[in-house]
Each structure stands twice: as structure tokens, then as C-alpha cells.
């Protein structure tokens, strides 16, 4: 079992920047999630075991930037000019596999979830 701590999320203005943090207690290929209201999950950005792959919908590509910190078992993701279509309950994963997965049922462990709301 592996248990995944987020934080960072909260209330920002549009064109402001947020930083998400997962801990995950191990190394492994993640990936960082969103769902909206009335939306599905979606994969934002992803990164491999290795952390010399990276995945980005192309929604967010330029303007968040999916990294992690070995030596502290972390995977962050720094998201700058949020847009109110950013909004959304925001979830980390961990993968089985050594991929930059994007697709939901490539992981196996999820974190609760951490709220950002971008008001406009």
C-alpha cells in the first residue's frame, strides 16, 4: 500500500501561479490528475520513474512544469497562468510502471485530492 500526501492547492487569481506538492514515501512514475465539476479526470502531467520523460495535456503544456525531488520522494507540480478553467479538485498517482503514464487506469494508488479554485 502507498499513501500519497498533497498539498499546496488553494484560492488564487487568474494569471497567478500555485505549487502542488506529492509525497509519496518511495520512487515511482506519477502522474497528476484534475477532475471539474460534471467533468472527468483528466491527466495534466506525468513523469517517470526516471524523471527523463514527461507527459503534459495540452491544455496546460507551457504553462505547468511537472518535477521531482528524488532524495525527498516528491512530485511537484508548479502550474503558473491559471486560468479559471484550471479549477478543479487536483490528485497525484503513483504507477506500477516506470512510464510517463497519461491514462487513468495506468495507476494503481491515489491521493485524496487538493482543492484549486482560480477566480477570474
Known amino acids: 500500500q502507498v499513501h500519497l500526501a498533497e498539498s499546496g492547492g488553494g484560492l488564487v487569481q487568474a494569471g497567478g501561479s500555485l505549487r502542488l506538492s506529492c509525497a509519496a514515501g518511495?520512487?515511482?512514475?506519477m502522474g497528476w490528475f484534475r477532475q471539474a465539476p460534471g467533468k472527468e479526470r483528466e491527466c495534466v502531467a506525468a513523469?517517470?520513474?526516471?524523471?527523463?520523460?514527461?507527459f503534459y495535456a495540452d491544455s496546460v503544456k507551457g504553462r505547468f512544469t511537472i518535477s521531482r525531488d528524488n532524495a525527498k520522494n516528491t512530485v511537484d507540480l508548479q502550474m503558473n497562468s491559471l486560468k479559471s478553467e484550471d479549477t478543479a479538485v487536483y490528485y497525484c498517482?503513483?504507477?506500477?510502471?516506470?512510464?510517463?503514464?497519461?491514462?487513468?487506469?495506468?495507476?494503481?494508488?491515489w491521493g485524496q485530492g487538493t482543492q484549486v479554485t482560480v477566480s477570474s
Open positions: 513523469i517517470s520513474w526516471s524523471g527523463s520523460s514527461t
Open positions: 498517482a503513483v504507477s506500477p510502471g516506470v512510464q510517463a503514464a497519461k491514462n487513468q487506469d495506468q495507476y494503481l494508488y
Open positions: 518511495g520512487h515511482y512514475a
